[in-house]
T-cell receptor
Framework: ETGVTQSPTHLIKTRGQQVTLRCSSQ?????VSWYQQALGQGPQFIFQ???????GRGNFPPRFSGLQFPNYSSELNVNALELDDSALYLC?????????????FGPGTRLTVL | QKEVEQNSGPLSVPEGAIASLNCTYS??????FFWYRQYSGKSPELIMFIYSNGDKEDGRFTAQLNKASQYVSLLIRDSQPSDSATYLCAVNAGGFKTIFGAGTRLFVKA
């Protein structure tokens, strides 16, 4: 167990809807990264939050947005859902130490878009 | 060229053998290297990280890094059926972004 929790575990939405996924980071960690993992692929970086600020973003459209709260928990919001958004969404927490960012994953949220 | 490349496998080894998993990366500025294990339907689990050239051993696992060749590998000694999983190589160039390979599926036959 990494101490990183995510909710919900599974979610089914229809195209065009909006979804919010939640993540609680491991105690002592101030950085949260979100990833999308399609079936048979490696995790793809969506964005990272460090001390409540977006610290960097991957190649995802603006309808993917996020927040980090003072307790370092985080949310991922996806608007106008598309069928291709169906994937496992992973949250990873870490404690930034200079150039080193060792990330620990939560159990993930399986999103299905119909 | 993909930023982090792995052979998708499947790699099949008999129980008790050494499994060798390989990964190459394209960014010469990469600083940190990670191996994650992912069982089907589960999230990735960190098993090794390595920052310096050479070998790093942890139990049955050895990570090997060669920055000149842009190559990182994972050896699993005395492979067990419970080691059957997908192994993900991940690379960080010192910024906010960790890049993952697509993973290598490993099957350990009893």
């Amino acid at each position: 167990e990494t101490g990183v929790t995510q909710s919900p575990t599974h979610l089914i939405k229809t195209r065009g809807q909006q979804v919010t996924l939640r993540c609680s980071s491991q105690s002592g960690h101030n950085t949260v990264s979100w990833y999308q993992q399609a079936l048979g692929q490696g995790p793809q970086f969506i964005f990272q939050y460090y001390r409540e600020e977006e610290n960097g973003r991957g190649n995802f459209p603006p309808r993917f947005s996020g927040l980090q709260f003072p307790n370092y928990s985080s949310e991922l919001n996806v608007n106008a859902l598309e069928l291709d958004d169906s994937a496992l969404y992973l949250c990873a927490s870490s404690s930034r130490q200079g150039m080193r960012d060792t990330q620990y994953f939560g159990p993930g949220t399986r999103l299905t878009v119909l | 060229q993909k930023e982090v490349e792995q052979n998708s496998g499947p790699l099949s080894v008999p129980e008790g053998a050494i499994a060798s998993l390989n990964c190459t990366y394209s960014d010469r500025g990469s600083q940190s290297f990670f191996w994650y294990r992912q069982y089907s339907g589960k999230s990735p689990e960190l098993i090794m990280f390595i920052y310096s050239n050479g070998d790093k051993e942890d139990g049955r696992f050895t990570a090997q890094l060669n920055k000149a060749s842009q190559y990182v590998s994972l050896l699993i000694r005395d492979s067990q059926p419970s080691d059957s999983a997908t192994y993900l190589c991940a690379v960080n160039a010192g910024g906010f972004k960790t890049i993952f390979g697509a993973g290598t599926r490993l099957f350990v036959k009893a």
